[in-house]
């Protein structure tokens, strides 16, 4: 996934001004206590991050 598709899905999923909180605000601890933006800059894939995002969101499957 690059990184471009993860805001797209990200957008689509809880509209512009909740993806960017739930991106910047909210520390999952499935990324080491990080944050989206803070994991995705330390390196991790960003597949791993968005599918972090849909287990702590309950997104469903087929919009994974």
Do not use: N
Not at 6 to 13: A, I
Not at 21 to 38: K, P, Y
């Amino acid at each position: 996934m690059r990184l471009q598709e993860f805001w797209v899905r990200l957008d689509r999923q809880f509209g512009p001004m909740r993806a960017q909180s739930v991106a910047r605000d909210h520390v999952f601890s499935t990324l080491g206590g990080r944050s989206a933006v803070d994991a995705i800059d330390a390196g991790l894939p960003v597949r791993k991050v968005w599918l972090a995002i849909c287990e702590a969101y309950e997104v469903p499957a087929k919009e994974r």
